[in-house]
């Protein structure tokens, strides 16, 4: 199974941050565990890119029979969906890890606050601190 945006660390095996009561954040050795988990996690949805790509090469079938063509359209349609999706997590994960190399990583784009060891691991690409998050989505309900 691939990893979905909410799944992060506990997805790939990376225990919990044990932070030091002294230690600054987003020091070099948490920035090391979050690059850690954002390229495992990119390797992973790479990974089942290549695995859609061949299933769709080896399956292509010609079916004589319009339901079976159209079953396997759907089949190909939901799938390319999924990797579409995928895709633009992967360009999440690119972002978080630009981020990490200009030593932006962990900060909220809304307000600079520190977003939080644990809520990065629960999400990693996360760009908003919770307060932030919370106010974005009270206004996206309200414009829709």
């Given at each position: 199974?691939?990893?979905?945006?909410?799944?992060?660390?506990?997805?790939?095996?990376?225990?919990?941050?044990?932070?030091?009561?002294?230690?600054?954040?987003?020091?070099?050795?948490?920035?090391?565990?979050?690059?850690?988990?954002?390229?495992?996690?990119?390797?992973?949805?790479?990974?089942?890119?290549?695995?859609?790509?061949?299933?769709m090469q080896d399956d292509a079938t010609n079916f004589p029979d319009p339901n079976d063509r159209a079953t396997q359209e759907?089949?190909?349609?939901?799938?390319?969906?999924?990797?579409?999706?995928?895709?633009?997590?992967?360009?999440?994960?690119?972002?978080?890890?630009?981020?990490?190399?200009?030593?932006?990583?962990?900060?909220?784009?809304?307000?600079?606050?520190?977003?939080?060891?644990?809520?990065?691991?629960?999400?990693?690409?996360?760009?908003?601190?919770?307060?932030?998050?919370?106010?974005?989505?009270?206004?996206?309900?309200?414009?829709?």
């Open positions: 199974m691939v990893a979905t945006d909410r799944q992060g660390a506990k997805a790939f095996g990376f225990a919990p941050y044990g932070a030091t009561p002294d230690e600054d954040y987003m020091n070099p050795r948490q920035e090391e565990h979050f690059r850690q988990i954002l390229l495992a996690w990119k390797l992973s949805l790479m990974e089942e890119v290549d695995r859609t790509v061949h299933h759907s089949e190909f349609s939901l799938e390319l969906r999924a990797r579409d999706r995928e895709r633009k997590l992967i360009k999440k994960i690119d972002e978080a890890l630009d981020r990490l190399e200009t030593h932006d990583y962990g900060y909220c784009e809304g307000c600079g606050v520190e977003i939080g060891i644990r809520r990065l691991e629960a999400r990693p690409t996360a760009t908003l601190c919770i307060d932030c998050k919370t106010l974005d989505e009270i206004r996206e309900r309200q414009r829709g």
